[in-house]
């Protein structure tokens, strides 16, 4: 993987991607033939996040990729208090106990590592792929193809319009992600949001109502793009700052 990753980057992204992609919805498929929720992909999610980790630390690939400590002004960043709303989506509606303890626990080691394998497979991988060639555009195609990639969860037996409005919201919130990310230079405020995010799911109480799916998606967004254009905003403010004060 190596030798591919110095060869070209994007296509070792790529590489990440498709295999993440195939390899949790064979697993999520053999889960559900033996009834019991994430009994496979569990491990393979444990799997595939070790993999990727002695990956990053092996060649020194850390700091290029966010497993540092953050890079930016807290104030800047509204000292992350929008992303405590975004993490909170799943208990707007209740909390409940849909499964049993086996496999809440299966779910949430689950989806804990699927924040992690995301973050740094979109975020990091694939933006930091484009990076140099055109900033803006690593952005937008970090955050589409993060957004797209839920589309998955129709063959999950989602309805089709609820996913839809998650690859919407989830644009929205790849796209806050990336320009945390671009701008911070840590993906761990990143890793920390979506893997909660992604465990409380199971502890979520279902709501049918479209309207509820769409003012929720639609709040996401708001919340989404104006913290992102908030950090946008202010970071060039001070990047501004910080040239003008070295001159």
Same mark, same amino acid.
């Given at each position: 993987?190596?030798?591919?990753? &110095?060869?070209?980057?994007?296509?070792?992204?790529?590489? !990440?991607?498709?295999?993440?992609?195939?390899?949790?919805? #064979?697993?999520?498929?053999?889960?559900?033939?033996?009834?019991?929720?994430?009994?496979?992909?569990?491990?393979?999610?444990? #799997?595939?996040?070790?993999?990727? =980790?002695?990956?990053? +630390?092996?060649?020194?690939?850390?700091?290029?990729? @966010?497993?540092?400590?953050? $890079?930016?002004?807290?104030?800047?960043?509204?000292?992350?208090?929008?992303?405590? *709303?975004?993490?909170?989506? $799943?208990? !707007?509606?209740?909390?409940?106990?849909? =499964?049993?303890?086996?496999?809440?626990?299966?779910?949430?080691?689950?989806?804990?590592?699927?924040?992690?394998?995301?973050?740094?497979?979109? /975020? @990091?991988?694939?933006?930091?792929?484009?990076? $140099?060639?055109?900033?803006?555009?690593?952005?937008?195609?970090?955050?589409?193809?993060?957004?797209?990639?839920?589309?998955? $969860?129709?063959?999950?037996?989602?309805?089709?319009?609820?996913?839809?409005?998650?690859?919407?919201?989830?644009?929205?919130?790849?796209?806050?992600?990336?320009?945390?990310?671009? &701008?911070?230079?840590?993906?761990?405020?990143?890793?920390?949001?979506?893997?909660?995010?992604?465990?409380?799911?199971?502890?979520?109480?279902?709501?049918?109502?479209? &309207?509820?799916?769409?003012?929720? +998606?639609? #709040?996401?967004?708001?919340?989404?793009?104006?913290?992102? *254009?908030?950090? =946008?905003?202010?970071?060039?403010?001070?990047?501004?700052?910080?040239?003008?004060? /070295? /001159?």
């Amino acid at each position: 993987m190596y030798r591919l990753y &110095k060869k070209n980057e994007l296509n070792f992204s790529l590489v !990440w991607i498709i295999s993440y992609v195939v390899l949790f919805s #064979v697993a999520d498929s053999f889960s559900a033939s033996l009834g019991t929720e994430k009994i496979i992909a569990a491990p393979v999610a444990i #799997v595939f996040t070790l993999l990727l =980790l002695v990956f990053v +630390s092996k060649h020194n690939l850390k700091e290029k990729y @966010g497993l540092c400590s953050f $890079n930016g002004s807290l104030r800047n960043f509204l000292y992350f208090t929008p992303l405590l *709303l975004i993490m909170s989506i $799943n208990l !707007w509606n209740g909390v409940t106990m849909k =499964l049993s303890v086996l496999e809440t626990v299966l779910y949430i080691l689950s989806m804990l590592c699927v924040g992690f394998i995301e973050e740094i497979i979109f /975020r @990091g991988f694939l933006f930091k792929a484009l990076y $140099n060639d055109n900033v803006k555009l690593a952005i937008v195609i970090s955050s589409v193809t993060f957004g797209i990639g839920h589309i998955v $969860n129709l063959l999950n037996g989602k309805d089709l319009i609820p996913t839809l409005l998650q690859v919407c919201y989830a644009i929205a919130i790849g796209f806050l992600f990336t320009i945390i990310f671009y &701008k911070g230079k840590s993906l761990l405020p990143c890793i920390i949001a979506h893997s909660f995010v992604n465990s409380s799911s199971v502890f979520a109480v279902e709501n049918s109502s479209m &309207k509820f799916h769409i003012i929720s +998606s639609a #709040v996401l967004c708001i919340i989404s793009l104006s913290y992102a *254009l908030w950090i =946008l905003k202010k970071t060039k403010q001070f990047d501004e700052y910080e040239n003008n004060d /070295r /001159r």
